[in-house]
């Protein structure tokens, strides 16, 4: 029987896959929830206790962590506004017709694919060093005095910096979307008699609706874990000002080698991301639907 | 849009668009002119844009230390590797989900984009500490395996939605035709099936070659591909710009060259089709 | 040879049974249509037969063997699928060529035999084209030539026709029915169409919510409908019905006259009305009439009748051709 047949075969094809996402996913996460609950540090092998959820309560009430979250939902809020909000109208404008449309939107997007360390690393160096970077001289130029940025901003900078990475995802998503409006529709609203601005607010805008939230989920599970740009910049300094829980929870791990700590702060990590996980996999379900 | 384009409408959008777009693209741009400036122009103040001594000695001097060329090897060996154990893994998970679905498919689907949704952070703690009893620490295997993890939820989801586009019923022909499953993948779906392959593909080793999480976390020199070594500049001792410029431009060259190239697939990966 | 039997035949997705238990017999050599409205499960049944899905119950025999537990690949049966499902990287001839070399036959007799279908359809000249380069009608000769070069017990065709235009549309009916006689080869072919099932058909099944509601000649179906349903589907415009004590005056519970069946200027016993809609097609004439409490009356006269909305009309039924059925729908043969 042909279809009984494949059906086998489509189970025994599909297994590994599923085995060895399946391990991915339990294993490191139970032995995380198992070290976060012991007082476990490397520079002292040997000593682990259990300690049940004092890790946690260390965790937690710690003003390393409550800084680190602070920061965290600075940097996702504020890069969220940064890239929707330019993202919205960089997509407007490329709708438009403009000549050389393909070679601007390139440009537009190229940000996505640099690595973060030379992105990181381009924005500290070559723009935004306080003597020798570009914007220093622009700065000085029109006479005033050039930002210090990784001492005196140094969490707005990082922001500039993902922001900066991320706004092409934001711009390609929402110009896919604006490309997909029905054209039709926009053809009987005219015929109907509304201006371009009511076309906009009653057609363009809630059909935007949907793909926005798709980006904030989207980007806001992405974003919780920026990393590299800040291990390569400030190393989550000065003090606590770039940390986020990632870095909080690295440097905890693999500078201060406490393990317990750690996983524990890592399992705050995971519980955050997997509530926006949960309205995000809600959307896409909706959408294997149709 | 409306018929009525006037010229105007164009000139404003088109000069518009390329001031925003040659904005976006300055750091790039001015990372790739300073790669071909010698150190002292690099760090003087005031910049020159154009009117330089262009010299290629910096690229000159990152081939010859092979520092670099190891670093691109490996990069080039995780990416590449990675992805294609990605790809053998899930094309027959993708196969089986999307020509003999069944009432859970779309659930193991979810669930396995939802393994993509965790932070690696999360279990930062536990994978470092099995690499490194187990001696998988900085080697481009250990690498090779998280990668191909990580990705794997991506890559199994391109392919279902590429699979899911070809018609049903090519494949009955095939099959009223005489094929049994097994011709039927090799004369009928792989063929039909390779711009979707090519293209995932090419997202995700895009994405493998930038990958900065595990690659910072998990490899020092041995194993280190680009991403690490680029990360080495930002000691003081490595304020070199103008080599940071040109080892930059030569990392991130051949992503922007297949980057250009994968858009469409950057919307249908990412976004988890969630957006059309 | 290509004779094909169900026996009980059920089809159940889950909870829904699309097919409640077919019994049919098709001769070798004859042309089959299925017929019936959507969602009737004229195409599941087809399909069935091909072993693209599976059967509930029941069994299938080709030429008396069961090949329930048979895949569709070992059945020995060609199909020809609405979309015309060509292989797109493939050229005409690879596409022709393909079940040919699915069964390991040896190159210069596929060659042979692909050249052969190819001159038959006409399609010698554009056999390294690739199907996008066809036109709608090309493709389907593909996909027709694709199916015949196998030399199949039975043809198989789901709907063939519904994605061409009208005019050829016609020719290819006429092409179709040709070639099946040319070759002798048992047809099922599956279409909602009526016209289509009238005139090419040896026997007709008609097909309602999963039941075969009557299996025959198109001239049994049209002259001896067994029920309601098959009474009104086959013909066009259809049948007009008239229930109440018009149809007691019958001694039955619903009378039916074709339009075909009415005149307009002889005398007789017959029901008058206001014409609403009176449509001049040169060779007839169709006229849509409020007959009052019987209801609309539709009549279809041959020529050019000068009649126009709002004229009255009387129109007379030919008192032998007034069909008779009973509470439970079916027919009363007198």
Redesign the interface.
């Known amino acids: 029987?042909?279809?009984?047949?494949?059906?086998v075969?489509?189970?025994t094809?599909?297994s590994?896959?599923?085995l060895?996402?399946f391990i991915?996913?339990i294993?490191?996460?139970a032995?995380?929830i198992y070290?976060s609950l012991l007082h476990y540090s490397l520079l002292d092998p040997g000593s682990e206790s259990f300690v049940g959820l004092e890790n946690f309560r260390y965790f937690l009430t710690d003003p390393a962590f409550l800084a680190s979250l602070q920061n965290t939902l600075v940097l996702v809020g504020s890069v969220l506004l940064l890239t929707i909000g330019l993202g919205i109208p960089?997509a407007l404008?490329?709708?438009?017709?403009?000549?050389?449309?393909n070679?601007?939107?390139?440009?537009?997007?190229?940000?996505?694919?640099?690595?973060?360390?030379?992105?990181?690393?381009?924005?500290?160096?070559?723009?935004m060093h306080p003597?020798?970077g570009?914007f220093?001289?622009i700065a000085?130029?029109l006479g005033l005095t050039p930002v210090d940025w990784f001492t005196d901003a140094p969490l707005l900078a990082i922001i500039f910096i993902v922001a900066?990475q991320w706004?092409?995802?934001a711009t390609?998503?929402l110009l896919?979307?604006l490309q997909?409006l029905d054209e039709e529709q926009?053809e009987a609203a005219?015929m109907d008699g509304a201006s371009?601005l009511s076309r906009f607010i009653y057609l363009t805008v809630p059909h935007l609706a949907?793909?926005i939230t798709?980006v904030i989920l989207?980007e806001t599970?992405f974003l919780?874990?920026v990393?590299?740009e800040i291990?390569?910049?400030t190393g989550g300094g000065p003090g606590l000002q770039t940390t986020n829980?990632?870095f909080l929870?690295?440097s905890q791990?693999?500078i201060q080698f406490d393990?317990g700590s750690?996983?524990a702060?890592?399992?705050v990590?995971?519980v955050?991301?997997?509530i926006?996980?949960f309205f995000?996999?809600r959307?896409?379900?909706r959408?294997?639907?149709a | 849009?409306?018929r009525k384009?006037t010229t105007a409408?164009?000139v404003v959008?088109?000069a518009?668009?390329?001031l925003?777009?040659?904005l976006?693209?300055f750091?790039?741009l001015?990372?790739v002119l300073?790669s071909f400036k010698t150190e002292l122009e690099?760090?003087?103040?005031?910049?020159s844009f154009l009117f330089f001594h262009w010299t290629t000695e910096n690229y000159a001097t990152v081939q010859e230390r092979s520092d670099y060329l190891h670093h691109a090897l490996n990069s080039i060996i995780i990416a590449g590797g990675s992805t294609l154990i990605a790809l053998l893994?899930?094309v027959?998970?993708a196969?089986?989900?999307a020509?003999?679905p069944?009432k859970r498919t779309?659930d193991?689907?979810?669930?396995?984009?939802?393994?993509k949704?965790?932070?690696?952070?999360?279990?930062?703690?536990?994978?470092?500490?099995?690499y490194k009893n187990v001696g998988l620490l900085d080697t481009r295997a250990g690498l090779i395996f998280i990668l191909c993890?990580g990705n794997?939820?991506i890559v199994?989801w391109m392919l279902f939605t590429y699979f899911k586009e070809i018609p049903k019923d090519i494949l009955e022909a095939a099959?009223m035709d005489g094929a049994t499953?097994g011709r039927e993948l090799i004369y009928v779906l792989t063929p039909m099936a390779i711009p979707g392959l090519a293209s995932t593909l090419l997202l995700n080793l895009?994405l493998a070659?930038?990958e900065?999480?595990w690659t910072?976390?998990l490899s020092t020199l041995e194993a280190a591909p680009?991403?690490?070594f680029?990360?080495s500049?930002?000691s003081p001792e490595g304020?070199f710009?103008a080599r940071?410029?040109a080892a930059?431009t030569l990392?991130?060259a051949p992503?922007?060259i297949?980057?250009?190239f994968s858009?469409k697939q950057?919307?249908r990966g990412?976004?988890?089709?969630?957006?059309? | 040879m290509g004779q094909i039997t169900l026996q009980g035949v059920q089809k159940a997705f889950g909870p829904v049974h699309i097919i409640k238990g077919a019994d049919l017999d098709i001769a070798d050599g004859s042309f089959v249509v299925f017929v019936g409205p959507s969602g009737c499960g004229k195409t599941t049944l087809l399909r069935l037969i091909a072993?693209?899905?599976?059967v509930t119950d029941g069994k299938i025999l080709i030429d008396g063997k069961n090949v329930v537990?048979v895949?569709?690949?070992k059945r020995g049966l060609s199909m020809v699928f609405q979309s015309y499902a060509l292989y797109p990287h493939m050229s005409v001839r690879g596409n022709i060529a393909f079940g040919l070399k699915m069964a390991g036959l040896p190159k210069d007799e596929i060659n042979r035999k692909v050249e052969a279908a190819a001159a038959t359809l006409n399609l010698t000249p554009y056999l390294d084209r690739k199907p996008r380069e066809l036109s709608g009608g090309q493709r389907q000769r593909v996909a027709i030539g694709r199916a015949i070069v196998r030399e199949p017990k039975a043809f198989l065709f789901d709907e063939p026709l519904s994605n061409l235009d009208a005019a050829l549309r016609v020719q290819m009916r006429l092409e179709v029915t040709r070639l099946q006689k040319q070759l002798a080869t048992t047809a099922i072919y599956v279409t909602h169409d009526q016209v289509e099932a009238m005139t090419m058909a040896d026997k007709i099944v008609v097909l309602n919510a999963g039941k075969i509601e009557q299996y025959g000649s198109p001239i049994e179906l049209y002259q001896r409908p067994a029920n309601l349903f098959v009474a009104g589907f086959i013909g066009s415009p259809k049948m007009n019905f008239i229930t109440g004590d018009v149809a007691g005056q019958h001694n039955a519970a619903t009378i039916g006259v074709r339009p075909e069946h009415f005149s307009i200027d002889g005398g007789g016993q017959g029901w008058s009305g206001k014409v609403m809609v009176a449509e001049h097609l040169g060779s007839d004439t169709f006229l849509y009439v409020d007959a009052g409490p019987i209801g609309t009356l539709t009549a279809r006269c041959e020529g050019e009748k000068g009649v126009k909305a709002g004229d009255q009309i009387t129109l007379v039924p030919d008192p032998n051709r007034i069909y008779r059925f009973d509470a439970n729908g079916n027919a009363i043969f007198a």
């Open positions: 029987m042909a279809t009984k047949q494949t059906q075969l489509a189970r094809l599909l590994p896959a599923v060895l996402l991915w996913m294993v490191p996460l032995l995380t070290f960089i404008l490329l709708d438009q017709p403009v000549v050389g449309r070679f601007v939107r390139l440009m537009v997007i190229a940000p996505f694919f640099v690595m973060p360390t030379v992105s990181a690393l381009v924005w500290k160096n070559l723009l003597v020798s570009l220093a001289w000085t130029s900066w706004l092409p995802f390609l998503i896919t979307a997909s926009k005219e371009a949907r793909p798709v989207i599970i919780l874990t990393f590299a291990f390569v910049t829980i990632a929870v690295y791990a693999l393990v750690a996983s702060g890592g399992l990590a995971v955050i991301a997997n926006v996980a995000l996999v959307i896409v379900g959408n294997l639907e | 849009m409306a384009v409408n164009v959008s088109t518009g668009a390329w925003v777009g040659f976006i693209f750091p790039i001015w990372m300073t690099a760090f003087a103040t005031p910049p893994i899930a027959p998970a196969w089986s989900m020509f003999s069944t779309k193991v689907l979810l669930w396995m984009l939802s393994t949704m965790m932070p690696p952070v999360g279990v930062l703690v536990p994978i470092y500490l099995i993890l794997l939820p199994i099959r499953i895009i070659w930038n900065a999480f910072l976390n680009l991403t690490t680029i990360a500049y930002s304020l710009w940071l410029s930059s990392a991130i992503i922007l297949i980057g250009w858009q950057l919307v990412l976004t988890f089709g969630a957006v059309k | 072993g693209l899905e599976d537990d895949p569709p690949a």
